[in-house]
């Protein structure tokens, strides 16, 4: 029988075996907290990697200007990611650690980390800062020693990446209660429309071709569109899109112009232009011509069928063939009469050679300013002098195929049914004034059509001011109303919108008065239109904006124009204004408007501001005067799509996507 053994000897073998467990365990738990040690520094390098890699891609993005250089953007990234900096200059985030510099590397909008061919990224935009309009940002710290040597001697590569990228301003908030009309459609098309009927016959999309004489040329030069001439009245309609190709007149962010309302095609209403569709039955006699082929000429107006002529009244010329059946034609007299609202105008045309030719002017018909459609009848007269100079026994009588033969619309920006249209022209084959033809034929035409100057940013110091019309003077001020809990547009000048705003899709109509947009959840795609404000409330809210003084008693903000492009962002001066569609403030307010952008004023003026007498320049009652610039907002919350392009109108926004 074992005898049981004393507790002190079960005491000591117990102590032994804790020695020993202790002694097995001692390596591994120095094991552990070595790697724990290791793992962290690892981790702690990294994140702070990580912070250097996020303040040199934000630093960057803060210096980007226009026109851009990429020599202070690189410099601007290497100072505050403390990698890459040039001898002497500052450094504000070193890695921890004493890490030396030649273990730190960066690369700058590279698809690859440094000395690494893998991983690759190709999400990036290669190239200088100015050029991909980003800044890329991926560091590498190599060789971080391990502390117990468990995995190699030392960390091959830390690798960290931020991205910051320049894009066009979607979403903004802060703005100025100011909205500027743009002329800036994504799509633009021709219609041809019946005009008896008001029916569509024919259409074509134009494509953007460029600019010419400062206007924004669009045409369907490539694709010539075949019109069938079935009628005697043809009118060109023209409908600019700043939504879908496929969108129709009357949806959102839609305006058409000629041959009735913004929404439909009427009937009995003018074209910009005009096709006239002549027959060659009945035949013509010498007691009942018949009126053929019939165009215009631009004489004094710059063309026949449509002209916004800087100076009127202008005149066109005349040709007109007329069908005796081949009667003599000593002693008849043609003559050409603008008509309708715009009548009293009549001018005698040349006779031609022999019967069966073309009368033609000069002397013109005169078209006044402002006067939109001028339809032109062809008269005849008998019983004159072979020299036709003395009257004529008969009275001036229609022509048969003569009553409204040709048409000149004289066109305005103020004019709702021509709006920007500055240029329309209907072509065949390379030759202008297609617009007159037989019927029962059909032709490949082209129409090109110039558009009012888009919005330009400033180039120089020297380009001319801009002046915004913020109160006073009528219904066609450019003030807004913005945020609903701001009571008047002074507040809303100093303090800027406060609710956010984002660019309008085309998606959906603006509701038809602010209580109803202020109702939705913001962003909001649309701002309302101030129903009314004082000058004084203009030059209150800018001086409080800029110079912290409703009064403006001292001029604390210089005009720091003559500086640019080089301007401290937090100059005051600098401000955002609202986009929106050309003829938004044609009416008297209280209503929305799509927002279709943002842009970027620098103020050099405002009427009596603080600053006037002090370097400002000069701007009547209610008016904001600067330049538009092309700027970067890093400080603004809202959101971008699409690369910023400089040669571009509007605000772009710094936004991190990495």
């Not at 990611?81 to 921890?96: K, L």
């Not at 009244?313 to 040709?319: A, D, S």
């Not at 955002?576 to 008297?588: D, E, H, R």
Request: contains cysteine; aromatic residues 6%.
């Amino acid at each position: 029988m074992r005898r049981p053994r004393p507790k002190r000897a079960a005491a000591r073998a117990e102590a032994g075996a804790v020695l020993v467990m202790v002694a097995i365990m001692m390596p591994v738990l120095i094991g552990f907290s070595g790697l724990v040690i290791d793992v962290g520094n690892w981790f702690a390098h990294d994140r702070h990697l990580q912070t250097q890699a996020d303040a040199g891609a934000f630093a960057g993005a803060g210096e980007f200007r226009f026109p851009c250089t990429n020599g202070p953007i690189r410099q601007e990234v290497s100072k505050y990611s403390s990698v890459g900096t040039a001898t002497g200059d500052p450094s504000y985030n070193p890695q921890i650690g004493d890490t030396a510099p030649e273990e730190l590397h960066q690369e700058i909008n590279s698809a690859t980390w440094y000395d690494q061919s893998a991983p690759v990224d190709d999400s990036v935009r290669t190239g200088e800062p100015c050029d991909a309009m980003m800044i890329d940002v991926k560091l590498t710290e190599t060789n971080l020693p391990w502390w117990l040597r468990l995995f190699g001697d030392a960390v091959p590569y830390i690798n960290t990446h931020a991205r910051v990228e320049i894009m066009q301003q979607t979403v903004a908030n802060g703005a100025l209660p100011v909205g500027v009309p743009e002329v800036g459609p994504r799509h633009a098309r021709a219609i041809f429309v019946n005009e008896t009927t008001g029916t569509a016959i024919a259409s074509a999309p134009l494509t953007r071709t460029g600019t010419s004489n400062g206007l924004s040329m669009w045409s369907n030069a490539g694709a010539p569109v075949s019109v069938p001439v079935s009628t005697a009245k043809i009118g060109v309609r023209i409908q600019l899109s700043g939504s879908t190709a496929s969108a129709q007149c009357g949806d959102p962010l839609v305006d058409c112009y000629g041959a009735g309302t913004s929404t439909t095609i009427v009937a009995d209403s003018p074209g910009l232009s005009h096709i006239r569709g002549y027959n060659t039955t009945p035949a013509g006699t010498a007691t009942t011509p018949q009126v053929r082929d019939v165009n215009l000429f631009g004489s004094g107006c710059e063309d026949g069928y449509f002209t916004t002529s800087a100076t009127y009244p202008c005149t066109v010329n005349v040709r007109a063939v007329v069908d005796f059946g081949g009667a003599p034609i000593d002693t008849v007299r043609v003559l050409a009469k603008r008509t309708g609202a715009n009548n009293n105008t009549t001018v005698q045309l040349a006779a031609p050679a022999a019967s069966g030719g073309a009368w033609t002017g000069p002397p013109g018909v005169s078209i006044a300013g402002l006067s939109g459609s001028n339809p032109i009848d062809l008269l005849w007269q008998t019983g004159c002098d072979t020299d036709r100079t003395r009257p004529c026994n008969t009275t001036k009588n229609p022509l048969a195929g003569g009553s409204a033969a040709q048409r000149v619309f004289a066109g305005a920006e103020s004019l709702t049914v021509s709006g920007p249209i500055k240029l329309l022209r209907v072509s065949e084959n390379g030759v202008p004034g297609a617009n007159t033809f037989q019927q029962g034929t059909s032709h490949d035409l082209v129409v090109t059509l110039g558009l009012k100057p888009s919005l330009e940013n400033a180039t120089s110091s020297a380009d001319p001011i801009v002046s915004l019309k913020v109160a006073g003077g009528g219904s066609q001020n450019q003030a807004l109303d913005c945020d609903p809990d701001q009571p008047n547009l002074r507040d809303e000048l100093e303090n800027g919108c406060g609710p956010s705003y984002k660019v309008n899709d085309g998606s959906a109509a603006c509701p038809t008065g602010a209580n109803a947009l202020w109702s939705l959840p913001a962003p909001w795609p649309c701002v309302a239109i101030s129903t009314g404000a004082s000058v004084g409330q203009v030059t209150q809210g800018v001086n409080l904006r800029v110079l912290g003084d409703a009064s403006g008693a001292t001029c604390t903000a210089p005009n720091n124009w003559a500086d640019f492009p080089d301007f401290d962002r937090a100059d005051p001066r600098i401000v955002q204004v609202f986009l929106t569609p050309f003829g938004a403030f044609a009416g008297s307010g209280g209503t929305t408007v799509p927002v279709t952008g943002f842009a970027t004023f620098y103020i050099t003026g405002w009427h009596n501001g603080g600053c006037q007498g002090s370097g400002d320049d000069p701007a009547g009652q209610g008016e904001i005067v600067g330049h538009f610039i092309k700027y970067v907002d890093t400080l603004n919350p809202g959101g971008g799509a699409g690369m910023c392009e400089e040669s571009t109108f509007g605000s772009c926004v710094a936004v991190i996507t990495r």
